[in-house]
């Protein structure tokens, strides 16, 4: 079983209904992300969180939400879908930086088409 | 500023051979890390190699190499023997530490294709 799993994997939508995107992990890590990738950008992180009561805005957090709903679980909501917010959306984890590595672990993925 | 570069947004390379992909940072940071993760076309993230800043010996991880240089700020991958699989988007990625939290930024990736 994957260890960082996402749900839905596909989803297409319409201008303004609200989406959610849901995040879960069995690594037992503290801390959770979500990017969105677009051609050409590469990731760009929208919200991430170092622990439940710790959420932090990233680079582009403008039209999203978080929720931290346990260690396990992370979603990402965008209250009022639009057309830009099509794009691959990542959730990743990682441990904290008693690490040696601290590499992130990627779920695989959700495409999100705004019609 | 760009805090991480890739300059080469498409590559070739034919199998059998080797292959560099680039990449530069950008950090006022004495403690960071350094990453390369492959994505297939199947759209997943996979790690391959991390470096960090005070590793004072190139990371090496199976046919994988980084090839890091301090002083100009590059941390370039070095993939050996090139198979047809390896055939992916390849992102360079830094975690550093700014303002007490640690953030992992990527680059734009480069797109390798391995020529049979």
């Known amino acids: 079983d994957a260890d960082v799993t996402q749900t839905p994997r596909n989803r297409i939508t319409k201008t303004g209904k609200r989406i959610m995107l849901e995040c879960s992990q069995t690594k037992g890590h503290d801390r959770m992300y979500w990017y969105r990738q677009d051609p050409g950008l590469g990731l760009r992180l929208i919200y991430y969180?170092?622990?439940?009561?710790?959420?932090n805005k990233g680079e582009i957090s403008d039209g999203y939400s978080v929720s931290r709903q346990a260690q396990a679980k992370f979603s990402l909501s965008l209250e009022s879908a639009i057309p830009n917010q099509t794009a691959l959306y990542f959730c990743?984890?990682?441990?904290?930086?008693?690490?040696?590595?601290?590499?992130?672990?990627f779920g695989p993925g959700t495409r999100l088409t705004v019609l | 500023a760009q805090k991480i570069t890739q300059t080469q947004p498409g590559m070739f390379v034919q199998e059998k051979e080797a292959v560099t992909l680039d990449c530069t940072y950008d950090?006022?940071?004495?403690?960071?890390?350094l990453f390369w993760y492959k994505q297939p076309s199947s759209g997943e993230m996979i790690f391959l190699i991390y470096q960090g800043s005070y590793d004072e010996q190139n990371a090496t991880e199976g046919r994988y190499s980084l090839n890091f240089q301090k002083a100009r700020k590059s941390a370039n991958l070095v993939i050996s023997a090139s198979q047809l699989g390896d055939s992916a988007m390849y992102f360079c990625?830094?975690?550093?530490?700014?303002?007490?939290?640690?953030?992992?930024?990527f680059g734009t990736g480069t797109r390798l294709k391995v020529l049979a």
């Open positions: 990625a830094m975690r550093e530490r700014t303002s007490g939290t640690y953030k992992y930024i």
């Open positions: 969180s170092f622990d439940v009561k710790d959420i």
């Open positions: 950090t006022s940071d004495q403690s960071y890390g």
């Open positions: 990743a984890t990682s441990v904290g930086p008693s690490s040696p590595y601290n590499e992130q672990f």
